[in-house]
């Protein structure tokens, strides 16, 4: 059995067989002893790096085992390892080369929280997002059978992945295929939240079954020269699996189903997989794990110990600084809001695909568990569910994070703006997020939302606004969407009376000369911070569809440049839509268009990752007394007089 740990150690633990391996290949020279000893190993260490650090935690824990039975048995890089989500990618970082470089990991700098392609040839399949492995390992096997290659190809899924139509539509392309593919479906009955839906629950409910298992063997064996039988004995199996097994769902879908095994059983899991390895089919490996085994406090909290944030010395503290009044992240606002507003609407319906507390939902969960929708892993669904809802005149409330909006987009258009569908997007971690990097930030979401007919897209600059947005959202006749970022805003004083906004108008902010701002968003505080250097007017504009054309026309008309400021793409994003309507208006200037660069960017904390591409105060500065400067050479080119 894995050593139990209480508590995370703050000092490097020995781990003397783990200090050896830089590359799988040694860990295959080690006994089964050896192995087991090394798991420990690995599960200790990998608590003092989350511990240094923070980052991903539990699922990492659950597939320590999993992990050394997968290095220790296919020939990795040459076999390919895909990993779903990343978030359990952390013991397989530390056994690819990356050990101490964990010790950074989520810093700027340093190495990515998922698997990445440019960090290491063993992470085959960069990723983030979940329900990608299948797809991506099952186009890997088929090139390395198109160059007939000596390949074994293998993707790691957990249950809650599973449940996302993706995953599926996968496994019935490899089934067609007749791919040479092992799938490991990692059941430990959790995602980030608890799974939710008929599969997961499926999952919940069985057991391996030896009795099940021997009798297949050993009726294969004795029938397998009576062809008479053969259809009898495969109908006989199908329906015993039916009744002690979920194999039956897989094997209709053309799947050799294995399991299910326990996943912390290392002897077990080398030699099954060692089985598997010599079999040239489609095959569903079936594993029980735990998320967070080994440590205790994450064993009965796995959903609190999903991450962790990095522990500090006692000694290293200093004296803890006077309390101040605790201000509320955004997801908190959003969660506020859709309870008060929940009380005055019976018609709401809340919906989120897989991020129940992530997106601040649990109290409404629990006050109004009829009118909550926790859909799965499944943001097409999510869309068009609430589509359905609306259709029925029910008022539907999405939250979902900017980055997995992307996922549903044919939806969004077809499905909800398409038809004027009375939808409101709560779209939580709009613009860069810090250490979740590039596959979690929300970069996009101005430039694919804006283009949509019908659409209504706000972003507030503080707590407040966001409050008062999606009241203004939720009251509009079509779909509507709030933008608002990661984590806490300014603390501006939350009104908690709802009113509604004038439909497309900003505010001014500030009343400055020759320069003024055109603010979308959350990068309000730096636009004043940079206004008070330059003497410039700033506008909150609230609106990224419809825009205000009145105040645009009145900042044009008194001042000498328009500078738009978002953090979301240049490309298709608010400073566009600006300098669109400029130019329908035929105003004759050239804004000063400041965002997010074409290129994505590294994990860092987000204060760096502003200021690494200029959307700071002092970034701000510098760009525009930058055109200044080149405006003036302009002028003294054009009159040299």
């Excluded at 999993?66 to 990343?86: E, F, Q, S």
């Excluded at 869309?383 to 939250?399: N, S």
């Excluded at 398409?418 to 939808?423: A, F, M, P």
């Amino acid at each position: 059995m894995p050593k139990k740990f209480t508590e995370i150690p703050l000092v490097r633990p020995l781990t003397p067989l783990l200090d050896r391996i830089n590359d799988p290949a040694i860990l295959r020279e080690l006994d089964n002893d050896q192995l087991a000893e090394l798991a420990d190993e690995l599960r200790a260490y990998l608590l003092y790096a989350v511990g240094l650090n923070g980052g991903h935690f539990g699922a990492g824990l659950g597939v320590v085992e999993l992990t050394i039975a997968l290095h220790y048995v296919y020939n990795t890089p040459n076999d390919r390892l895909v990993w779903d989500v990343g978030h359990q990618t952390y013991p397989h970082k530390i056994l690819t080369g990356r050990r101490d470089d964990i010790l950074r990991i989520r810093q700027e700098g340093g190495i990515s929280g998922f698997p990445k392609r440019s960090e290491s040839p063993f992470d085959t399949f960069g990723v983030g997002h979940s329900s990608t492995s299948i797809s991506a390992a099952l186009g890997m096997a088929i090139a390395a059978r198109m160059d007939d290659l000596d390949r074994r190809v293998v993707a790691v899924i957990g249950d809650g992945a599973m449940t996302a139509g993706m995953a599926f539509e996968a496994i019935n392309h490899t089934s067609h295929s007749d791919a040479n593919l092992l799938v490991v479906l990692n059941d430990n009955n959790m995602s980030i939240s608890r799974n939710v839906g008929g599969l997961a629950t499926y999952f919940s409910k069985i057991w391996a079954s030896r009795f099940y298992n021997s009798i297949r063997e050993g009726g294969k064996k004795v029938l397998k020269a009576m062809p008479s039988a053969a259809a009898f004995v495969r109908k006989t199996e199908e329906h015993l699996k039916a009744m002690v097994a979920p194999g039956i769902v897989f094997e209709e879908l053309g799947f050799n189903y294995i399991g299910p095994i326990d996943g912390h059983d290392l002897p077990l899991l080398i030699q099954t997989l060692s089985n598997l390895r010599e079999l040239n089919e489609p095959v569903l490996l079936h594993t029980i794990t735990r998320k967070g085994q080994g440590f205790v406090p994450a064993e009965q909290d796995p959903i609190g110990y999903h991450a962790l944030n990095k522990i500090e010395p006692v000694e290293d503290q200093a004296p803890p600084p006077p309390p101040k009044p605790a201000t509320p992240k955004y997801q908190d606002v959003f969660g506020s809001w859709l309870v008060d507003m929940a009380e005055q609407d019976p018609d709401l319906v809340a919906i989120t695909p897989a991020m129940c507390e992530g997106s601040g939902m649990t109290a409404f969960a629990q006050r109004f568990p009829e009118r909550f929708h926790d859909v799965a892993i499944a943001e097409q669904h999510a869309l068009t569910f609430a589509a359905g809802l609306a259709c029925e005149g029910k008022k539907p409330v999405v939250a979902i994070y900017s980055t997995f909006l992307q996922r549903a987009y044919d939806q969004l258009i077809h499905d909800v703006a398409l038809q004027g569908l009375d939808v409101l997007f709560a779209l939580d971690r709009a613009g860069l997020v810090g250490e979740d990097g590039a596959t979690h930030a929300g970069s996009f979401d101005i430039s694919y939302l804006r283009c949509i007919p019908n659409m209504v897209l706000m972003a507030p600059s503080d707590e407040n606004e966001a409050r008062q947005m999606l009241y203004t959202g939720y009251r509009l006749s079509g779909p509507a969407a709030v933008r608002y970022p990661r984590g806490t805003g300014p603390g501006a004083a939350i009104d908690k009376t709802m009113t509604a906004l004038p439909l497309g108008k900003g505010v001014v902010r500030r009343r400055g000369k020759g320069v003024a701002i055109l603010n979308f968003g959350a990068l309000l505080t730096e636009a004043l911070a940079a206004a008070d250097q330059l003497n410039a007017t700033v506008a909150d504009m609230r609106f990224v569809k419809p825009l205000d054309g009145a105040l645009i026309h009145e900042l044009a008309r008194d001042h000498d440049l328009l500078v738009t400021l978002e953090d979301n793409v240049l490309m298709g994003g608010a400073g566009s839509a600006v300098a669109e309507y400029l130019a329908t208006q035929s105003i004759i200037t050239t804004p000063l268009l400041l965002g997010l660069p074409d290129s994505f960017v590294d994990h860092a904390p987000r204060d760096r990752q502003l200021t690494a591409v200029g959307l700071d105060s002092d970034g701000i500065v510098a760009s525009i007394r930058q055109r200044l400067a080149l405006g003036s050479a302009y002028r003294r080119w054009a009159d040299p007089a």
